[in-house]
């Protein structure tokens, strides 16, 4: 499968427990972008990372939400902490890079806060 | 007011019928700009880029107006399974790389 790969689709936590999130870009690809959507609402883009670098973290809650993308393996997108409100659909998305390259999204991961 | 604004909709359109509708956009800086659809609780696909000379797609044409800051999409002979959630991206590149600023999202209802 050459798309851009997320996992796990689901992942359920309690209040006060750490999510973490994977995400592996299409092949070729070594620009990440992460996005929630709350329910019934559009996509926000929280984070924009190259390899080994965060370059654009404009979106991220300032606590409790952190971010990387390793020289080796997946990016990873962590929440520590979780409350009710971080319930949502996280997508990650990739593109060649380019500034006016599409960016091509995975499946998106649910998260469910109990 | 947003950066990217679009009508929610829904806009139900009888199957085989022409829709359009716009997206306006408040940055004049704005660089690039694409039209995705999203299903359902799924993830959001490209459907077309939009240039400055318009462009066509089989069924869709986009078209961009950027003395009005404004795109369009039309879709011409309206199938059942263009029934989706469109969205309008804007790409605003800065000096340190570029994202995507989406917009709500306008929601097309296909009916027999």
């Known amino acids: 499968n050459a798309g851009v790969m997320q996992n796990p689709r689901h992942l359920v936590r309690r209040r006060g427990q750490e999510a973490r999130l994977r995400c592996s870009p299409m092949?070729?690809?070594?620009?990440v972008y992460w996005y929630r959507q709350l329910p019934e609402e559009g996509l926000k883009f929280m984070v924009y990372?190259?390899?080994?670098?965060?370059?654009?973290e404009s979106g991220m809650p300032k606590e409790r939400f952190s971010a990387e993308f390793p020289k080796e393996g997946p990016s990873i997108l962590r929440i520590q902490q979780v409350v009710r409100g971080d319930s949502a659909a996280y997508f990650c998305?990739?593109?060649?890079?380019?500034?006016?390259?599409?960016?091509?999204f995975g499946d998106g991961t649910r998260l469910s806060i109990l | 007011r947003k950066e990217v604004e679009q009508d929610p909709g829904p806009f139900n359109v009888p199957e085989g019928a022409t829709v359009a509708f716009n997206c306006t956009y408040s940055?004049?800086?704005?660089?690039?700009f694409f039209w995705y659809r999203q299903d359902c609780r799924k993830e959001p696909k490209l459907l077309m880029s939009?240039?400055?000379s318009g462009n066509e797609d089989g069924r869709f044409t986009a078209q961009l107006n950027r003395a009005s800051q404004y795109i369009s999409l039309l879709i011409r002979d309206s199938k059942l399974s263009d029934s989706a959630t469109y969205l309008c991206?804007?790409?605003?590149?800065?000096?340190?790389?570029?994202?995507?600023?989406f917009g709500g999202g306008t929601r097309v209802l296909v009916k027999p």
């Open positions: 990372l190259q390899k080994e670098n965060i370059i654009d």
């Open positions: 998305a990739s593109s060649p890079g380019g500034n006016d390259q599409p960016q091509h």
């Open positions: 092949k070729g690809h070594s620009h």
């Open positions: 991206v804007v790409n605003r590149i800065k000096a340190a790389g570029n994202k995507l600023t």
């Open positions: 939009v240039y400055s």
């Open positions: 940055n004049s800086a704005s660089q690039s």
